[in-house]
């Protein structure tokens, strides 16, 4: 199963997704609408999506939609993305609270929604009933419950996602199909409703390799299927909704799907089973004493650019690029205002250090608990005369040395006020 780091979360992990499409094909100033889905937002109630347009440096006017509260909800945020004028983001990040032993995952998955896509989306169809007690969260709580899977709640699956794949015309032609998957059996449950093979069943199904990541699943079935299609193929995707309903969309086409090498989920680093508690937060229970850093939200928002896209400024005068881009030019001491300036996301270790066991101030404490000891580094970049800290993630800091190259990313920095703040740490290139 998939376990996502202490500094990782649904946002995170939407960024990343996000970003990787970025790379390979989106363009930041062609979307004009966001739609996010995650049954385990960053909070109860507060917006998600702006967060997530801010850190990708998404222009002020994209509109938004949030999906949330049901497994659904990443069918939901598609049609709505199918709907939008202009082009469509669409970002499904999911990583549901629960003991990994119980197959709970995580993952990201984001798509673009444009008129000149590669992939047509000729039809969808929905079905909807009741049934309650199947997959839901009570108020205030970040437990995942459900009866079980129970003669009922299989029932209940194949009657809503068949239903919805039986409005689709030509299903028999279906070559692909990735289908509701809370375990590896659960699809091929529904398929048997459906003119469709075990061969079609397997290219879309991950749940094997990443744990039920909830919202997000069934999507990262529909990109590994998508990776392993032909320009005639048909790909149905099948999902299923907390507590009733079901939705079916058919693709027409393949893709290259980046961060999925030929379809095919990577192979992660193994951990321990008590490891995997200690990363998800179950065994992190300890208090600790005193405030840390404290930075009021008004003040960190003010420094949001720096924090998610590395914003610098350039002095007008000289030119020298100043990090943060506050005060006169260190260069020439100009008091004129800086222009924006984004800095690389590719850097070079100055300086390191790794702050040990228990060294870690009280902001970081929880974090050091889950994860060990942690690095921190001086960032410098080729050609700007700039510098910062920051802190390593997803590897050994001990590994990192200085002249290494790093690349930056958006992870949990801490939580102070009931609200978590956001930042770039780095992480070595391959």
Same mark, same amino acid.
């Given at each position: 199963?998939?376990?996502p780091g202490?500094d990782?979360d649904a946002? =995170?992990m %939407?960024?990343?997704?996000?970003?990787q499409?970025f790379?390979t @094909? %989106?363009?930041?100033?062609?979307?004009?609408?966001?739609?996010l889905? @995650?049954? =385990?937002?960053?909070?109860?109630?507060g917006l998600f999506? !702006?967060r997530?347009?801010r850190a990708l440096?998404?222009?002020?006017n994209?509109?938004?939609?949030?999906h =949330?509260?049901s497994t659904l909800?990443? #069918?939901?945020?598609?049609s709505?993305?199918?709907d939008a004028? +202009?082009?469509?983001?669409?970002v499904?990040s999911?990583?549901p609270a &629960?003991?990994?032993?119980d197959g /709970? +995952? %995580?993952?990201?998955v #984001?798509f673009l929604v444009?008129?000149? #896509?590669?992939?047509?989306v000729p039809?969808?169809?929905w079905?909807?009933?009741e049934?309650?007690?199947?997959?839901?969260r009570?108020r205030?709580?970040?437990e995942?419950k459900s009866?079980?899977?129970?003669?009922?709640?299989r029932?209940?699956i194949r009657e809503?996602?068949a239903?919805a794949?039986?409005g689709?015309d030509d299903i028999?032609?279906v070559?692909?199909a990735?289908l509701?998957?809370?375990?590896a059996?659960?699809?091929?449950r529904?398929?048997?409703?459906?003119?469709?093979d075990d061969?079609?069943?397997?290219?879309?199904?991950v749940?094997?390799?990443? +744990?039920?990541a909830?919202?997000?699943?069934?999507?990262?079935g529909l990109?590994?299927a998508?990776?392993g299609?032909?320009a005639?193929d048909?790909?149905?995707?099948g999902a299923?909704g907390?507590?009733g309903a079901?939705?079916?969309f058919?693709l027409? &086409?393949?893709?290259?799907?980046?961060g999925l090498?030929d379809?095919?989920?990577p192979?992660?680093?193994?951990?321990?089973y008590?490891?995997a508690?200690?990363?998800?937060g179950?065994l992190?229970e300890?208090?600790?004493a005193?405030g840390?850093?404290?930075?009021s939200l008004?003040t /960190?928002r003010?420094?949001?650019?720096?924090?998610y896209?590395?914003?610098?400024?350039r002095?007008?005068?000289c030119? =020298?690029v100043?990090?943060p881009?506050?005060?006169?030019?260190p260069n020439c001491?100009?008091?004129a205002?800086f222009?924006p300036y984004?800095? !690389?996301?590719v850097?070079i270790?100055?300086?390191?250090?790794?702050v040990?066991?228990g060294?870690a101030?009280?902001e970081?404490?929880?974090?050091?608990?889950?994860d060990g000891a942690?690095?921190v580094?001086?960032?410098g970049?080729?050609?700007?005369?700039?510098?910062l !800290?920051?802190?390593l993630?997803?590897?050994?800091p001990?590994?990192?040395?200085?002249?290494?190259?790093?690349r930056?990313?958006v992870?949990?920095?801490?939580e102070?006020?009931?609200i978590?703040?956001y930042?770039?740490?780095f992480?070595?290139?391959?």
């Amino acid at each position: 199963m998939v376990v996502p780091g202490a500094d990782e979360d649904a946002f =995170t992990m %939407a960024i990343a997704a996000a970003e990787q499409l970025f790379e390979t @094909s %989106a363009e930041r100033e062609a979307i004009e609408h966001v739609a996010l889905a @995650s049954t =385990t937002p960053l909070l109860d109630e507060g917006l998600f999506a !702006p967060r997530l347009g801010r850190a990708l440096g998404l222009g002020r006017n994209v509109e938004t939609s949030e999906h =949330t509260g049901s497994t659904l909800a990443g #069918a939901e945020a598609l049609s709505r993305a199918i709907d939008a004028d +202009g082009s469509a983001l669409v970002v499904i990040s999911d990583c549901p609270a &629960g003991d990994p032993a119980d197959g /709970w +995952g %995580a993952g990201a998955v #984001a798509f673009l929604v444009a008129d000149d #896509a590669a992939v047509g989306v000729p039809e969808r169809a929905w079905h909807t009933d009741e049934y309650p007690g199947l997959r839901y969260r009570e108020r205030g709580s970040e437990e995942v419950k459900s009866i079980g899977v129970t003669t009922y709640e299989r029932d209940a699956i194949r009657e809503c996602v068949a239903g919805a794949a039986a409005g689709i015309d030509d299903i028999e032609r279906v070559a692909h199909a990735a289908l509701h998957q809370p375990d590896a059996r659960m699809p091929s449950r529904i398929a048997g409703d459906l003119p469709i093979d075990d061969e079609a069943i397997e290219r879309g199904t991950v749940v094997d390799r990443v +744990g039920d990541a909830g919202a997000a699943t069934v999507f990262l079935g529909l990109a590994r299927a998508l990776g392993g299609a032909d320009a005639n193929d048909r790909t149905l995707v099948g999902a299923f909704g907390s507590g009733g309903a079901g939705a079916a969309f058919v693709l027409d &086409g393949g893709l290259d799907t980046a961060g999925l090498a030929d379809g095919e989920i990577p192979s992660g680093e193994r951990i321990s089973y008590t490891n995997a508690l200690r990363k998800r937060g179950v065994l992190d229970e300890e208090e600790v004493a005193g405030g840390g850093a404290r930075v009021s939200l008004p003040t /960190w928002r003010e420094s949001l650019g720096q924090r998610y896209r590395l914003r610098a400024g350039r002095c007008p005068d000289c030119e =020298t690029v100043a990090f943060p881009p506050e005060g006169a030019c260190p260069n020439c001491g100009s008091r004129a205002a800086f222009e924006p300036y984004d800095l !690389p996301n590719v850097g070079i270790v100055k300086a390191r250090t790794v702050v040990g066991q228990g060294g870690a101030p009280p902001e970081f404490a929880a974090q050091q608990r889950r994860d060990g000891a942690y690095g921190v580094v001086v960032v410098g970049f080729e050609e700007i005369d700039a510098t910062l !800290p920051a802190q390593l993630t997803d590897c050994d800091p001990e590994s990192v040395a200085i002249g290494d190259k790093l690349r930056a990313v958006v992870r949990r920095i801490y939580e102070q006020e009931g609200i978590a703040r956001y930042g770039v740490k780095f992480v070595p290139t391959e």
